[in-house]
């Protein structure tokens, strides 16, 4: 899907479940994240909003918050950063802990 369609489907409120962005051109990424807060009301953002970076938070967690229904609302929004377990980039795998 391209920066427009999106763009397109999040103006029409039409969004899709589950979006992958990808891409070097920080300003564009921070342009379909502003239009993605956009869908959910400043009042509901506190509980329905939610950002985090996998460098430091563990999947599980984040993937708990996404399938976590909105409260007070029509709709929950998780972002996921460095989601570098995606990638083949082999200097950032994801960090073992022993315990």
């Known amino acids: 899907m391209s920066y427009e369609t999106v763009m397109k489907s999040l103006h029409n409120h039409t969004p ?3 979006y992958l962005i990808t891409g070097d051109q920080a300003y564009l990424v921070n342009r379909l994240k ?14 329905n ?9 563990p999947l599980a967690q984040a993937l708990d918050d996404a ?8 709709r929950r929004l998780v972002f996921v950063e460095h989601a570098y377990f995606l990638t083949t980039d082999p200097h950032k795998g994801i960090k073992s802990t022993m315990i």
Do not use: N, Q, W
Not at 34 to 47: G, H, N, S, V
Not at 49 to 57: G, H, N, Q, V
Not at 67 to 74: D, I, K, L, T, V
């Open 67 to 74: 399938m976590s229904a909105p409260f007070f609302g029509e």
């Open 16 to 18: 899709v479940s589950v």
């Open 34 to 47: 502003k239009a993605f807060t956009d869908l959910i009301p400043e009042e509901e953002r506190t509980m």
């Open 49 to 57: 909003l939610a950002s985090y970076d996998m460098e430091s938070t």
